[in-house]
């Protein structure tokens, strides 16, 4: 199994999960938050064609990770698993495109990948993230999201490489240029997660099999890489854990 990112942040979002068994690949999308153009170009330097892409998975419709996900479908005919909830907030992009509609609890198989979606705390109409097996390794996805529950705990047990968001420091959150209603919608139960929620996370989560984890949608105003290393260190360490943190720009190339 590998997985590589176009890019991570507020600006756009879309990560790749590829299994092969055998002669056959399965290549999903996971959001694509890139307009038609620039998710194309993003996707040839990851040396993926998008007729190759077996189907695009998204967690919810915030433009960031929405954004692109109909026209690429339509485009190069490629099914999408969505929520009722996020398929009703962007129905009149929907048109001509196949659409499955998925919900917590229930996996579903696309080719050599198992995907399961959970449900998370975020200030959209039905949001889920998810994880990804090939039945022999497992990838966590966990940005946009509020505050820790036990379910996304649990959802997340014995992965063994995880993407979780380090979205903001809350000191320069506190201190940034952002009006007072955009501050409390980020740092709010619904919204996105500070540094320290996301190592907290990282403390309570199974962690036995964890050999990556990679820190996205990072605020470009609100955090820094430092800051987010920080944390991450003081959860996990100088164990053997690898830890990469994703791009605005150019996400992650293609890691196991
Ligand atoms: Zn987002
Ligand atoms: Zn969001």
Redesign the pocket.
């Known amino acids: 199994m590998r997985f590589a990112s176009l890019g991570s942040?507020?600006e756009g979002?879309a990560l790749l999960i590829s299994a092969t068994s055998g002669i056959t690949e399965t290549q999903v999308m996971l959001d694509c938050?890139f307009g038609l153009r620039e998710a194309e170009s993003r996707l040839s330097h990851l040396h993926v064609d998008p007729k190759q892409l077996s189907g695009i998975i998204v967690?919810?419709e915030?433009q960031?990770?929405v954004g692109g996900v109909f026209r690429l479908a339509r485009r190069h005919k490629i099914p999408v698993w969505i929520t009722q909830g996020t398929l009703e907030a962007v129905r009149d992009e929907a048109a001509g495109v196949t659409v499955h509609i998925c919900r917590d609890g229930e996996s579903f198989v696309i080719g050599d990948l198992e995907i399961q979606p959970y449900t998370v705390p975020h200030d959209a109409r039905e949001p889920v993230q998810y994880t990804a097996t090939d039945g022999i390794s497992k990838l966590g996805v966990l940005?946009?999201v509020g505050h820790s529950t036990p379910h996304l705990v649990d959802a997340l047990r014995g992965c063994d490489a995880l993407v979780l968001e380090f979205n903001h420091d809350t000191d320069m959150l506190a201190q940034s240029v952002y009006p007072p209603w955009l501050k409390a919608r980020i740092g709010g139960q619904m919204g996105?997660l500070s540094n320290q929620q996301s190592a907290e996370i990282l403390q309570s989560l199974d962690r036995n099999r964890l050999k990556r984890l990679i820190a996205g949608?990072l605020s470009q105003k609100n955090n820094s890489p430092d800051k987010v290393r920080s944390a991450i260190h003081g959860v996990l360490g100088d164990g053997d854990v690898e830890v990469v943190i994703a791009d605005q720009a150019s996400g992650f190339g293609w890691m196991a």
């Open positions: 942040g507020s979002n938050g967690t919810h915030h960031d990770h940005t946009d996105h949608h």
